[in-house]
């Protein structure tokens, strides 16, 4: 049965991990990426604060033996594995810090399910912060957070919440456990703070 249904991906998908299919087809991805940001994204913050981190794409792969499974580009290089999917992934910088990472799936005929109202909707919070509309930026998110006890800051982020755009900024504890406070990023007051264990 799991050698049928391999043979079955293989049929649907015409998949290889070849270097070069492999390479060509986030070659491809990389260019329809590059286009929709250019829809989206000013050309400064762009060329400024986007980068594509080719290392860090991520395959999906069909493994008889476990299923689903998601693997770094160098380990599908060197499997056997047929591919089903990928992530591109592109680092934002802000203040010399990753803003965040943006992961896009990618089917292997280089389509995606993303549309450009996803994208848009996906990178607006992070684009208000680079183009400097938030009174509260990065470095004054965490700056907010040291004063208010945080002193292994390790995570940050920016989102709507009840239509105000907030800073969440964590730092680690004991214990499997998070110190989480969240600024308004209009005037900086912190919203709340809450102890949050890491459930593995």
């Known amino acids: 049965m799991k050698i049928l249904l391999t043979i079955l991906l293989l049929m649907n998908f015409g998949v290889s991990n070849s270097q070069n299919f492999i390479d060509g087809i986030i070659s491809c991805a990389n260019h329809r990426v590059d286009e929709k940001l250019r829809f989206i994204v000013d050309k400064d913050i762009l060329e400024t604060n986007f980068e594509f981190e080719e290392l860090k794409t991520i395959i999906e792969v069909h493994n008889p033996e476990k299923g689903?499974?998601?693997?770094?580009?160098?380990?599908?290089?060197?499997?056997?594995?047929?591919?089903?999917?990928?992530?591109?992934?592109?680092?934002?910088?802000?203040?010399?810090?990753?803003?965040?990472?943006?992961?896009?799936?990618f089917n292997l005929n280089c389509t995606t399910p993303w549309s450009k109202n996803d994208t848009q909707e996906i990178l607006e919070p992070y684009l208000k912060v680079l183009q400097n509309k938030t009174k509260i930026d990065l470095k004054k998110a965490i700056e907010i957070g040291n004063e208010n006890g945080l002193n292994e800051i390790y995570f940050w982020d920016i989102d709507y919440e009840?239509?105000?755009?907030?800073?969440?900024?964590?730092?680690?504890?004991?214990?499997?456990?998070?110190?989480?406070?969240?600024?308004?990023?209009?005037?900086?007051?912190?919203?709340?703070?809450?102890?949050?264990?890491?459930?593995?």
Do not use: C, H, M
Not at 169 to 187: A, G, P, Y
């Open 68 to 105: 689903l499974e998601r693997i770094s580009l160098e380990e599908f290089k060197k499997s056997e594995y047929p591919a089903i999917q990928f992530w591109l992934n592109y680092t934002i910088t802000y203040q010399s810090l990753v803003l965040t990472e943006l992961l896009i799936l």
């Open 162 to 200: 009840k239509k105000k755009l907030v800073w969440t900024i964590k730092s680690k504890l004991e214990n499997n456990q998070s110190k989480v406070i969240k600024i308004n990023s209009k005037n900086g007051e912190v919203i709340s703070k809450l102890i949050e264990t890491q459930i593995d």
